[in-house]
């Protein structure tokens, strides 16, 4: 058997950051803690090199290297930069919640570089060990950033709920591959999707089953949700940041890898099971989000609805579906980060600000960001002309465009649903007096990045066009 050199180019952005990763690792092992900028300017700037890796290597065609288990495309090119920005974002605002908790260490930023490399290898998976190699080192880093804050009782106990609902959920997922493997003989993608038609019917049902539970639990998707809550509201705010922007656009990539690149020929079959999780993610997320008072519950059961809605355009099972889905993905992670840097911004050594009512009166302490949080607010409840409004409206004609009218309209009436806990935050900041009558204390940064995040809200939805064209045309 001739052994033959794979093309290293493709993978460029991962060699690179990986590098950058394990020189970020030494050099914080002999930082003290007051000279801990260093490794927080290291991993901005390994994202910023990444995503401009990322960018110079677009290619519209679909490049395959490592023998297929590598594919770099237009959609992971696109993913794999809206995730480097993303988790920018997220290490800016973290940086002072962290210094305020004395919990300020390199671990921090390198298990989140770690996490990026994981999700950036998701998003180019042409094979199910790359997938499931990716999927790991994501959720490995996220178990140990949880249960940073040891002295948290309340973290260690989410940390190991976690661990172990996502040991649970990565064995199905394994065990649903091999059973793929088992009918098919191969663990490439593009070839089980040859092979789909003339494989053992029942053990590939199987397969796809215990396939679509270890995407869902990892998307958060209802009844694999049970997790979301507890981990939100258990993680400290720096990291729940992380949990709930970034990692869904990879799990959107390998939800999209799997069932389209690798078992596209069962459509009918994941489409109909696609549909029931849609459904009740989108029903029960609302629904119990209206009761929640704390704001990080109260987003993770909003997430879980966000869910239902991404979900719903890859049911559509067309290329303008993918890319309305791939499109509400990339505009959750900018509505998510913006809402949980909203907590950072009003949080302070020894206070969370992570209840609805320690927003109350927050136009009367700083108007600017009071009309932040509402344009995130609007925005997620998909009010127009809001970023969220068109990520909406995307996902819902492409239901309407496949004939699913029924789905559609579930859609349109669990939205209205959801808008009522999304206004009545709405409603604290600018009509009841405030408890809390302490001035913001956020560094510079914090307040320009999320200024710049809101505005990229209100901007990005006065002239959507641009950014659904490309995500569509990504799937053309």
Known sequence: ????????????????????????????????????????????????????????????????????????????????????????????????????????????????????????????????????????????????????????????????????????????????????????????????????????????????????????????????????????????????????????????????RLLVDGLSGMHADWQMILIILSVLSMVLGNIIAIAQTNLKRMFAYSTISHVGFIIMGVVAGTQAGYGAAMFYAIVYAIMSVGGFGMIVLLSRAGFEAENIEDFKGLNQKSPWFAFVMMAIMFSMAGVPPFLGFWAKISVLQEAINSGLLWFAIVGVVTSVIGAFYYLRVVKVIYFDKPVDTTPIQASTDIRLTLSINGLAILAIGLYPTALIALCVSTFA
């Not at 004395?102 to 490399?117: D, M, Q, R």
């Not at 499931?132 to 940073?148: R, V």
């Not at 209802?222 to 720096?238: A, I, N």
């Open 1 to 256: 058997m001739n052994f033959v050199t794979p093309d290293f180019m493709p993978a460029m952005p991962e060699i690179f950051l990986l590098t950058m990763v394990c020189a970020i690792l030494i050099i914080d092992l002999f930082v003290k803690d007051e000279g801990r900028g260093a490794t927080y300017v290291l991993s901005l700037i390994a994202l910023i090199a990444t995503a401009f890796l990322s960018f110079s290597g677009f290619s519209e065609q679909s490049i395959s290297t490592f023998n297929g288990s590598f594919i770099l495309d237009p959609m992971a090119t696109i993913l794999k930069i809206a995730i480097c920005l993303i988790v920018l974002g997220v290490f800016i605002y973290a940086k002072d919640y962290l210094k305020d908790r004395n919990i300020y260490k390199g671990e921090y930023f390198i298990l989140g570089l770690f996490g990026v490399l994981g999700m950036m290898v998701m998003v180019s998976a042409g094979n199910f060990l790359t997938v499931y190699l990716g999927l790991e080192l994501l959720s490995l880093s996220m178990y140990a950033m949880i249960a940073m804050q040891r002295d948290s009782s309340v973290a260690s106990e989410a940390a190991m709920k976690y661990f172990i609902l996502g040991a649970i959920a990565s064995g199905m997922l394994l065990y649903g591959m091999s059973m793929v493997y088992g009918v098919t003989g191969s663990l490439d993608l593009a070839t089980i999707n040859k092979a789909v038609s003339g494989a053992d019917r029942v053990v590939m049902s199987f397969g796809l089953v215990f396939i679509i539970l270890g995407v869902a639990f990892k998307l958060g998707a209802v009844p694999f949700h049970m997790w979301m809550p507890d981990v939100y509201h258990g993680s400290p705010t720096s990291v729940t940041l992380y949990i709930a922007s970034a990692p869904k656009i990879a799990a959107f990539a390998m939800m999209y």
